[in-house]
């Protein structure tokens, strides 16, 4: 299970790829799956220049 936070606050998956961009959600959901089997992390944070912040938590 995947959840994505806008700028800190939990949203849907949909209203995430409507903010960000649907190519920007999933390299950065495909890339945070790839850290997480290297370092065991669950969260990851990324920026995007003119929408903030998407945080990637996987469970």
């Given at each position: 299970?995947?959840t994505?936070?806008?700028?800190?606050a939990?949203?849907t998956k949909?209203?995430?790829e409507w903010?960000?961009?649907?190519?920007?959600v999933?390299?950065?959901?495909?890339k945070?799956?790839?850290?997480?089997?290297?370092?065991?992390?669950?969260?990851?944070?990324?920026?995007q220049?003119?929408?903030g912040?998407?945080t990637?938590?996987?469970?």
């Open positions: 299970m995947t994505y936070k806008t700028n800190h939990t949203t949909s209203m995430t903010y960000f961009g649907k190519a920007f999933a390299s950065m959901t495909a945070a799956k790839r850290e997480s089997k290297k370092t065991g992390k669950t969260e990851f944070r990324f920026w220049d003119g929408t912040y998407l990637i938590q996987l469970h």
